[in-house]
Nanobody
Framework: QVQLVESGGGLVQAGESLRLSCAAS????????MGWYRQAPGKQRELVAG???????NYADSVKGRFTISRDNAKNTVYLQMNSLRPDDTAVYYC????????????WGQGTQVTVSS
């Protein structure tokens, strides 16, 4: 069992910054990838930023140049630095760990609300 605990969300004004954190704990025995997703009201959940199986990063076009994903392997923690926030970034942000080997499971954090005012 893997647990993901997110923190760092909040209410900010447009142009300001936030850093989200996701601490992973539990039994992690499989090969996996990690990333950040978000879901705005009335919209589908989308990938914001993630690490590929090869160790590189990818970003949604809407956040390129503004968001940065990073990790601290010693602390089993991934981060999402969000700069130049815009109102359309408002969403619930979820941390995800995806097994790419057995048992092929998806693990999700509880979600953290990010609200950007105009």
């Amino acid at each position: 069992q893997v647990q993901l605990v997110e923190s760092g969300g909040g209410l900010v004004q447009a142009g300001e910054s936030l850093r989200l954190s996701c601490a992973a704990s539990g039994s992690i025995f499989s090969i996996n990838t990690m990333g950040w997703y978000r879901q705005a009201p009335g919209k589908q959940r989308e990938l914001v930023a993630g690490f590929t199986s090869g160790g590189s990063t990818n970003y949604a076009d809407s956040v390129k140049g503004r968001f940065t994903i990073s990790r601290d392997n010693a602390k089993n923690t991934v981060y999402l630095q969000m700069n130049s926030l815009r109102p359309d970034d408002t969403a619930v942000y979820y941390c995800n760990l995806h097994d790419i080997s057995w048992p092929y499971r998806d693990y999700w954090g509880q979600g953290t609300q990010v609200t950007v005012s105009s």
